[in-house]
């Protein structure tokens, strides 16, 4: 079992940046595929990007493509989503997930394929 915290969200202007960081308990993190969620106001939580067990592979949402970047340091328990050119469209809570798997090549974008969630950080991002 994996407990997940997250942390750096907060109130930043458009075209700003904020890195959101995901802390997990256990001792076990390189067993998990990792992903980033994301939830506004009034919408379905939807996909931001995942990262495999080992970090050689992640994926994007089109929206953020190119702007966010997922990353992990698996010595520290730690995944990471760098958030650059911030827009107000970005605004919600951000939910690390995990999903144990043997395939160390496997990612997720499927909320329903994921485990173990955490509490969500605010992002606002003013215009």
């Known amino acids: 079992q994996v407990q997940l915290v997250e942390s750096g969200g907060g109130l930043v202007q458009a075209g700003g940046s904020l890195r959101l960081t995901c802390a997990a308990s256990?001792?076990?993190?390189?067993?998990?595929?990792m992903g980033w969620f994301r939830q506004a106001p009034g919408k379905e939580r939807e996909f931001v990007a995942t990262?495999?067990?080992?970090?050689?592979?992640?994926y994007y949402a089109d929206s953020v493509k190119g702007r966010f970047t997922i990353s992990r340091d698996n010595a520290a328990n730690t995944v990471y989503l760098q958030m650059n050119s911030l827009k107000p469209e970005d605004t919600a809570v951000y939910y690390c997930?995990?999903?144990?798997?043997?395939?160390?090549?496997?990612?997720?974008?499927?909320?329903?394929?994921?485990?173990?969630w955490g509490q969500g950080t605010q992002v606002t991002v003013s215009s």
């Open positions: 256990g001792r076990t993190f390189n067993a998990y595929a």
């Open positions: 990262i495999t067990r080992t970090g050689r592979s992640t």
């Open positions: 997930a995990a999903r144990s798997t043997l395939n160390s090549r496997s990612y997720y974008l499927g909320e329903n394929e994921y485990t173990y």
